[in-house]
């Protein structure tokens, strides 16, 4: 896999929000698109933080969210990123590592896709064989 890259795999467009976002309509947008995660971005398309499908699940979790709550309330804003021109092997090291299921990918500072488990599975599935078989 050293030498197939992320922007090979990853998916695009990149489905993104503002920070001052409801999460109702974070939610919606990600429920309308299937996507386990949405971006949020600055007035210039820079990366702020990532919503996860998870994070939904802790703010359900942690009693009736504040109808009026932002993404920017529960949003990871420490967010691990990697380049088109990484290789996949690396990628999926990473979100190993880290424990995530969503890398975006930046060109620069700007955000043009994002890699998921998904893209990965999807990928492995064309390319090997099922096992056992």
């Known amino acids: 896999m050293d030498d197939v890259f992320v922007g090979s795999l ?3 467009p990149v489905y993104t929000v503002s920070n001052d976002t409801s999460l109702q309509n974070a939610g919606e947008t990600m429920r309308e698109h299937e996507i386990g995660s949405i971006i949020v971005v600055g007035d210039d398309d820079h990366l702020e933080g ?7 699940i802790h703010v359900v979790a942690e009693g009736d969210p504040d109808p009026n709550a932002t993404v920017a309330s529960v949003m990871s804003t420490d967010v691990i990123t990697t380049t088109a021109s990484e290789s996949v ?5 990473i979100m190993i590592e880290h424990g ?7 060109d620069g500072e700007v ?21 056992p078989s």
Do not use: K, N, R
């Open 89 to 93: 092997q690396t990628a999926a090291d």
């Open 10 to 12: 990853m998916s695009s």
């Open 111 to 131: 955000v043009i896709g994002v890699i998921t488990t998904t893209d990965l599975t999807a990928y492995l599935s064309t390319t090997e064989d099922p096992s």
């Open 50 to 56: 990532i919503i996860t499908a998870t994070d939904f």
């Open 100 to 106: 995530f299921d969503h890398l975006p990918v930046l």
